[in-house]
């Protein structure tokens, strides 16, 4: 595995004097339960001379170097491609070390430190004389953290106790949530990478602002909002500080940048589960007939609804953690495929769901849709012909109307009101449809029964006597038609039913004319509600 990354080796050239600057980035396993104390080591020396390592956390990678070195603080800029007003937080292993880094620290911080350290918390505080600027981006406060990853914290105490440590990805990227994440980012930019499998989390850390009471969470993370109100009582949260249109200088500068974005541009929708389902298989249902597929960002609940479109899997509904994990894994994944715009269902910002939608929100830049905005363009979902038997002729404008160029997406199938039991279609009609180019092979005729009428079907019967029986046997609708009602054409359409084969085609002829005139006033009506 090794091997294969170490063949993405990347150069990189100084503009200046045209020589080859390459940094080799050694790559070590470690396994948390059974730590390699030589390879900690190794890793702790490299960042006690101010050299650059990305390891483990509980929440993502991070990109580490000594925080008391200002000098280290800038080649972590450097090497992320980041603005150097965006501050870093500092990790720690042992609550004391808290003391030589931070000033003015508030009684409720020994609180939340038992109940949240080690853990995905970073609290901000006035910074001692001992931190750099460099480290805190300018600022007279400091984040501090303890991690909970076993290889975190013995890395923390090999490199002198005090680690800063950004996500440790390109600026702009994604958060990486594996190893192979950083590779991708930062092979060749930094010392070395501890790999020690996935993460946990897979978002970064909530961020409290102790500097101010109540204190104010400046990033949405796993230690939610509730949670820390346990624990000391009323916090607010600083929404104003996650906008990018905010207008003062933000409490938590990072948060001004766009982040975790993805190539493609990302849309949520949002709405109930159903509206969001239909509007995203609208979407993915027009680019696909533009020839554009988009990508969609589903979970096991919703997977199956999806036909259109690249479709990925981002975690259960039933357990939002799953959904954190998967997040930006899945952000990186799209940008291997050839599409311009990613759909993303929306989640409950409820628990970790704030995190999740605070992400998710700034990767799509603030983009997103009502679901409830495209799915009411939809007057019909589903169009059901009935025929007598549904042998020739309402199988044969089902099929004809599945070949028409539809700007919306619907279920077409057919019925009838006289089947007694499943039956393949008339093999005059089918012969007629191969030699247009079709097929009726897969079909069984099907009793018509009430289910079919409801508001969002339009029922089209091939004659009037069908739709009156209808009428008199489930009462009034709205949507029930004959077909020729329906189109404003009242061209005959001839029964075939025991004629010879040119019957059906002719019958073919005033169908195929009759389908074509629906699908023209289809796509009217949806363009209608635009
Ligand atoms: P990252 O290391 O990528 O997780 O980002 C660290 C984030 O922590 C920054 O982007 C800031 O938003 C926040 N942060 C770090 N230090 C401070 C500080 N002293 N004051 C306010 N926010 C901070
Ligand atoms: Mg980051």
């Not at 990305?54 to 080649?75: H, M, N, S």
């Not at 009242?490 to 005139?517: Q, S």
Request: hydrophobic letters at 40%; glycine letters at 8%; aromatic letters at 6%.
């Amino acid at each position: 595995m090794t091997s294969g990354w170490m063949s993405q080796k990347k150069f990189f050239f100084n503009s200046n004097d045209g020589i080859i600057n390459f940094m080799k980035t050694k790559i070590r396993k470690v396994d948390k339960n059974q730590i390699d104390d030589d390879i900690i080591n190794e890793a702790g020396n490299l960042l006690r001379e101010g050299r650059l390592v990305a390891f483990p956390t509980e929440t993502v990678y991070g990109l580490g170097a000594d925080a008391l070195q200002e000098e280290a603080a800038k080649r972590t800029y450097e090497a992320k491609g980041r603005p150097s007003d965006n501050p870093l937080i500092v990790h720690i292993a042992d609550y004391e070390d808290l003391k030589k880094i931070a000033v003015n620290i508030p009684a409720e911080t020994d609180m939340l430190a038992a109940h949240f350290w080690p853990g995905p918390l970073t609290m901000i505080f006035e910074k001692s004389d001992a931190v750099p600027h460099g480290t805190t981006g300018g600022l007279d406060t400091v984040a501090v953290r303890m991690p909970e990853d076993p290889v975190a914290l013995a890395l923390i105490r090999a490199a002198g106790g005090f680690v800063s440590a950004p996500s440790a990805n390109t600026s702009g990227r994604p958060s990486p949530t594996t190893a192979e994440h950083v590779v991708a980012d930062l092979d060749g930019r930094i010392d070395m990478i501890l790999d020690g499998g996935a993460v946990d989390i897979g978002l970064e850390s909530t961020i409290l602002d102790m500097t101010v009471a109540p204190p104010v969470i400046l990033r949405p993370g796993a230690i939610t909002a509730e949670m820390l109100e346990d624990v000391i009582g009323p916090v607010t949260a600083d929404d104003n500080s996650m906008s990018e249109k905010s207008a003062r200088a933000p409490k938590a500068p990072g948060m001004k940048y766009r982040h975790y974005a993805p190539k493609a541009k990302l849309v949520i929708v949002e709405g109930d589960l159903r509206e969001e389902i239909l509007a995203i298989r609208q979407l993915a249902f027009e680019a696909d007939r533009k020839g554009r597929p988009v990508g969609i960002i589903a979970t096991s609940e919703t997977l199956a609804f999806y036909k259109y479109g690249i479709v990925k899997n981002i975690g259960t509904r039933e357990n939002e953690r799953s959904v954190a994990r998967g997040l930006y894994k899945i952000l990186r994944e799209f940008d291997e495929e050839d599409i311009d715009t990613i759909y993303s269902e929306s989640f409950a910002a409820q628990g970790i769901g704030k995190a999740i939608m605070n992400r998710l929100e700034k990767a799509a830049g603030h983009h997103r849709i009502p679901a409830a905005d495209i799915v009411k363009l939809q007057k019909y979902r589903q169009i059901t012909f009935v025929s007598g038997t549904d042998s020739a002729r309402g199988p044969m404008a089902a099929e004809l109307l599945r070949h028409c160029d539809l700007v919306q997406e619907y279920v077409i199938n057919s019925s009838g009101m006289v089947v007694l039991f499943p039956e393949p279609a008339n093999q005059k009609a089918e012969a007629i449809m191969k030699s247009a180019g079709m097929t009726l092979k897969d079909h069984s005729s099907h009793p018509f029964d009430g289910e079919n009428i409801r508001e969002d079907t339009l029922i089209l019967t091939i004659e009037e006597s069908q739709k009156e029986k209808i009428l008199s046997e489930y009462g009034h609708s709205d949507s029930i038609f004959t077909l020729n009602e329906f189109t404003g054409d009242d061209t005959e359409i001839p029964d075939p039913y025991g004629k010879p084969l040119t019957a059906y085609g002719e019958c073919y002829e005033v169908l195929n004319r009759l389908i074509n005139e629906l699908a023209e006033k289809l796509n009217s009506l949806t363009e209608e509600e635009k």
